[in-house]
């Protein structure tokens, strides 16, 4: 049943149809399969960091409010329940541990290469900043190309204009940086 195919196991069943998604993108449409970038914000966000761990198909990536660790999101996001159903139980029960991990991108940064660039709220409760600072560091110590751009005063969904604007001018200068400007078409 589709409502419950990340039960247990967020970034399997879901990476499997964004992917599809791609892959049919590709089979019906003119795209250049070396220029792609992928992104998410909150849960896009946690797939995006997902991603970038299981493929190098992505030329860049931008991770926003994205959770790379969910055993220490656990103790410190402001919803810990939603995990404890989602994940079969907290971090202190092997069951709950087991699937906790296998679903943190954390566990897998080793196999990343794509740039990523990580735009977060410093007070945001509801995936707390240090999730996108985990994944960060592990970047950066592999010599990954990533920048991290942090926004003052800001939480999960509160954006005042004009850090909207900001955001959205650092996360185009990216995408030019690392995909290129698109020629122009006749």
Do not use: C
Request: no cysteine; net charge negative; hydrophobic share 35%.
């Amino acid at each position: 049943d589709f409502r419950w195919g990340t039960w247990g196991g967020w970034g399997f069943n879901d990476y499997d149809d964004v992917m599809a998604g791609v892959d049919h993108a590709i089979a019906n449409y003119d795209i250049d399969t070396a220029r792609m970038g992928v992104t998410g914000y909150s849960y896009g966000g946690y797939l995006t960091n997902w991603v970038i761990t299981q493929t190098d198909r992505f030329a860049a990536a931008i991770a926003g409010a994205s959770i790379s660790n969910w055993v220490s999101d656990y103790a410190v996001a402001d919803i810990p329940r939603t995990k404890e159903s989602e994940f079969y139980g907290p971090p202190w029960e092997e069951r709950g541990l087991e699937h906790l991990l296998r679903s943190s991108p954390i566990i897998h940064a080793k196999d990343v290469s794509t740039p990523t660039m990580f735009v977060h709220g410093e007070i945001d409760h509801r995936v707390p900043i240090e999730e996108a600072e985990q994944m960060y560091v592990a970047l950066r110590k592999q010599k990954v190309p990533a920048k991290f751009v942090r926004y003052p005063e800001s939480y999960h969904g509160g954006w005042t204009p004009w850090r909207t604007v900001h955001r959205t001018w650092v996360q185009l200068e990216w995408w030019e940086q690392w995909l290129g400007r698109r020629p122009a078409s006749d």
